[in-house]
């Protein structure tokens, strides 16, 4: 497809890398010469200088024949109006970004006057995100399918679990108590790997493992986790995210404490947040923070806008609590080393925003299929897991699994039948409306039957 | 530096050198007048050296920067006429340096010649001398990444390091695509030329030969006498239009199918280079008619030499060398400019000009009205400051070799006219000059040592100065 994304900042250039590796053409529209210049130099894209929101401009980039604009500039009113130029100049689809809390409660309104398609918050979702993780405070990350009712958790093995040490066919012949789970993805130093039955997984493994939310609460139960939530959460840095954040951590009761410098924003924040707790100091005051009660903290989370900021504050808290820490930090090529410093949850809200981006992408490249329904990128962005809803007519459909051919380093891993979950067997079928969740290292799949066919 | 990334590069290009030469293979066992053999040692050779490199040395890391670029467009290119050279040398037409001195002219798309009987040559060498000039008018790497990208790896440094003029424009969103659009519009104008000649009345081997001399703007003919061998005024105005066309920046030709026709018109170079050629035709017309006595006859040939220099092809209808003073003077002027960027041919480029005479006359202004703030700008857009500078330092540069390129040369003890003008010829890329060089002269009687610092001054030219120069640099070399 053909897709323009104006403004070229983090987001802009993370999604055009990736669109790119997807095979769009993509034009890339910024005011600024010298990011247009690295953007050249590093993505096979065309860049054009201008002002997104004007018609030389869009038409230069040949807006006639897009079918995506994405708007990713600082500016929400920027997007809003590069998407309504776009959209009466010819483009088919418009993606904006919309970050201001202050329209949120109008983006009903905003978005069907301004032609805006898809709005894409990259700081509420990153919210959505960690709330979830802070439902099971032991998983470096908590994904859902099917409406919640599937959940894929992410731990690092430790040695002591059941599944370690043994191979993955043999463990319930051993433990036969244990509830079945799917191990789905392995990452080992860094590469992903889609494990068979004879795989071994070893101590200091990161493991995928999906099933139903009830069946994920009680294996990990059986192995002595605590599955309960966190009750408080202290957060660092009166940012976006920490809004959202506070907001919806206060409608599931937990206690929310946030610590602002400036105190503007700190009294602002006071204003809108009535349940919330505001402290006005240096979230990395190391004083300030045990005062605060970082001790005893069940989590702590650093949103403040400084990634530097928030890896000091985590890796100074990740020493004085038990709690669970999330970092927020766009710089993901990092995490590995940051692992190794006892930072196992990093987030990173461009990640996250592209994410959503791709999917809604992909859901138009494949508009008349089965349509992605959710996308998460898994080991920095080395797998892939998704879930698509099957069309009836489908060559696929059932045909028991084992006689399908099926991708090399894909793997099927949930299908959910009429609001039941089951972990499908060679025996079972895929059948029409079922969400079926795979995992994969290929990238740019867009339907079903990309990766599934007769024989 | 990656040298293991540059070298391994550099192997698959040599291999493609070898697929380059089968066309040529073929066009002498249809003939058979006895080069077949030396074209089967050449490849022999070529696939010994590259298939080796290519299957031992490997690079994890395919990521290329400006420098790998640079330095695969550089070395690349001294490859390519090395190893291009070597169908002559074997066959005997001539020494290596000789020969080396006449491919890199081939792929440099200059035409200038070492053979005094170019008749006598065997049908496949012909063809291969000629075929350089095509390939070398789009670019080698271009051709590699429209094909392989894997060469290329990701962004554009290798295409941005060979193509004429200070930016590369792409044309659609994907350097993969859009070299494939440019090849594309190449090959269709390169046939619809032949068929032109065909139907002229030239003989077919003659109709490739001269549509793929003109399509790289490079010159290099079949013919002793080169294009005056015909006599012909159909097959003169079929050239010299082909050589005008094949002198703008290929971006139009892909507006034109996109139906932008404003996009056209707007266009400040191919107006600037149009209006040129046009008056140029006219002034040297007036000159000569008190040469061939009417204007009829002297704007026939004032049509054919004004584009044959402008878009530094280099065939010829006539000795211009016999013209007079302010003829000459001013084809020298024309040498010197060139076509437009984007297109195959050589020259400082016209929009280089005109960005030079934008920031002459912003400075005399500035001397006026010194606080006036005086922003350049082309097509209605502002031009950055740093372009502008880049754009003085490329002119200086040019400038630079032309002079040491004309003092190496005087070195064989010629006049000043020949020495100069020889330099010129080969850093434009345009092949004869006046003088001993000139239409109907040749460089057979320069020294071997000559022979080789034309060569490097053509692919100079060729590549826009800096990746020839940076080889020549110790910081290119050094870890990073």
Known sequence: MRIIIVGCGKMGLLLAERLIAEKHDVTLIDRDEAVLEHAM??????????????????????????????????????????????????????????????????????????????????????AREISRMLRLPFAASIETFARGRV??????????????????????????????????????????????????????????????TPTISAFFKAMGKDTRGVHDAMIVGGSRIAYYLAQLLQDSGVKTTIIENKPHKARWLSEELKDATIIQGDGTDQQLLLSEGLS????????????????????????HTKGKVIVKSNRTSYSELLKDMGLESIISPTQIACNIVLRTVRARANADGTTVERMYSLIGGNAEALEFIPRAGASYLGIPLKNLKIHENVLVAVIVRSGHVLVPFGDDTIEADDHVVIITKEMGIVDLGDVIGRE | MKKRLVISALGKLLLLEAVMMLPALGVSLGYGDGDTVSFLISIGIMLAVSLPVIKFVKSDDQQMYMREGLAVAGLGWVLLSAFGALPMTVYGACDYVSAFFEITSGFTTTGATVFTEIEALPHGILFWRSFTHWIGGMGVLVFTTALLPTIGGRGGYLARAESPGPSFSKLAPKLGDSAKILYLIYTILTVLQAIALLIAGMPLFDAFIHAFGTAGTGGFSNRNLSIAAYDSVAIDIIISVFMLLFGLNFALFFKLITRDFKGIIKNEEARVYVGLAVISILLIAVDLIKVYGDFPTALRYSMFQVPTVMSTTGFATADFNLWPTFSKSLMLILMLFGSCAGSTAGGLKIVRVIMLFKLASREIRHAFQPRKVHVIKMEGKSLPEDSLSQVGVFFFTYIVI???????????????????????????????????????????????????????????????????????????????
């Open chain 1, 41 to 126: 130099d590093t993505l096979d894209a065309l860049t054009i200088k201008g002002n997104g929101v004007s018609v030389a401009t869009l038409q230069e980039a040949d807006i006639k024949h897009t079918d995506i604009v994405i708007a990713t500039t600082v500016s929400d009113e920027t997007n809003m109006l590069c998407c309504l130029t776009s959209k009466l100049q010819g483009a088919k689809y418009t993606i904006a970004r919309i970050r201001d809390p202050e329209y949120l409660t109008s983006l009903h309104f905003i978005t069907k006057e301004l032609f805006i398609n898809y709005v894409v918050n990259p700081e509420r979702a990153t």
């Open chain 1, 151 to 212: 959940e894929m958790v992410e731990i690092r093995a430790t040695g002591r679990e059941p599944f370690v040490e043994i191979p993955l066919k043999d463990l319930y012949k051993k433990h036969s108590s244990l509830p079945r789970v799917l191990f789905c993805a392995i990452e080992r130093s860094g590469r992903a790997i889609i494990p068979k039955g004879d795989f071994i997984i070893h101590s200091g493994d990161k493991v995928f493992i999906a099933s139903d």
């Open chain 1, 296 to 319: 005893d903290a069940q989590s702590f989370i650093t949103l403040t806008d400084r990634d530097e900021e928030n890896l000091m504050a985590g890796m100074y808290a990740s020493r």
């Open chain 2, 402 to 480: 032309l002079i040491f390129g004309a003092l190496a040369v005087s070195l064989d003890g010629r006049d000043v006219v020949t020495s100069f003008t020889a330099s010129l010829a080969c850093l434009s890329n345009i092949g004869p000059g006046l003088g001993d060089v000139g239409p109907m002269g040749n460089f057979t009687d320069f020294s071997a040592p000559v022979k080789m610092v034309l060569s490097f001054i053509m692919l100079a030219g060729r590549l826009e100065i800096f990746p020839i120069l940076i080889l020549f640099h110790p910081a290119a070399w050094k870890r990073s």
